[in-house]
T-cell receptor, first 114, second 114 residues
Framework: AQSVTQPDIHITVSEGASLELRCNYS??????LFWYVQSPGQGLQLLLK??????LVQGIKGFEAEFKRSQSSFNLRKPSVHWSDAAEYFC????????????FGKGTKLTVNP | DAGVIQSPRHEVTEMGQEVTLRCKPI?????LFWYRQTMMRGLELLIY????????DSGMPEDRFSAKMPNASFSTLKIQPSEPRDSAVYFC????????????FGDGTRLSIL
């Protein structure tokens, strides 16, 4: 069965520092991969997605992610974090090679110190 | 553009009562999803529809849960009778079914069963 692991439950960084959130997936074929962000009391907002092609994907709010098939990873990065980036981040894989049955990781909560 | 609209945003009721959650998908989207989010289990897909037809309800926890989509612009998730363990945040998402399309989430309904 497909699965997604986000090893870090909680990460704290200082404003202006770089950020990398880890995501490992288990899926037999080429996966559809997503990163979503959830602010308190709100729904999930899509940051970026990978379906095929260039393995470095650019998203909104200055985020990017790199698909590494050999490591089954899809880590999210940002070169300089802003206080408004504090939220919970979810990685997801399309369980049937599409966007319908998404399997989500448990999330990583990001705290940004001033 | 209007996003996915869910109502109510918050619901508090006593166990045994019937609960109905509502969702209006983004206009033009023909796939609709219901998720449940809890601290213990994270985000779980309950059911999804394509063109108003239920495609996969394998995530629906029990017969107490039912979902309908009478038309392309409205869906309900009903719990009858409700139990305290149903307390969670319930999200609706919609998508234009097709290649390389992501899901768009509503802001959720926070349900508390006393």
């Amino acid at each position: 069965a497909q699965s997604v692991t986000q090893p870090d439950i909680h990460i704290t960084v200082s404003e202006g520092a770089s950020l990398e959130l880890r995501c490992n997936y288990s899926y037999g074929a080429t996966p559809y991969l997503f990163w979503y962000v959830q602010s308190p009391g709100q729904g999930l907002q899509l940051l970026l997605k990978y379906f095929s092609g260039d393995t470095l994907v650019q998203g909104i709010k200055g985020f990017e992610a790199e698909f590494k098939r050999s490591q089954s990873s899809f880590n999210l990065r940002k070169p300089s974090v802003h206080w408004s980036d504090a939220a919970e981040y979810f990685c997801a894989v399309g369980a049937q090679g599409g966007s319908e049955k998404l399997v989500f990781g448990k999330g990583t909560k990001l705290t940004v110190n001033p | 553009d209007a996003g996915v609209i869910q109502s109510p945003r918050h619901e508090v009721t006593e166990m045994g009562q019937e609960v109905t959650l509502r969702c209006k998908p983004i206009s033009g989207h023909n796939s609709l999803f219901w998720y449940r989010q809890t601290m213990m289990r994270g985000l779980e897909l309950l059911i999804y529809f394509n063109n108003n037809v239920p495609i996969d309800d394998s995530g629906m926890p029990e017969d107490r849960f039912s979902a309908k989509m009478p038309n392309a612009s409205f869906s309900t998730l009903k719990i009858q009778p409700s139990e305290p363990r149903d307390s969670a945040v319930y999200f609706c998402a919609s998508m234009h079914a097709g290649a390389n399309q992501p899901q768009h989430f509503g802001d959720g309904t926070r349900l508390s069963i006393l």
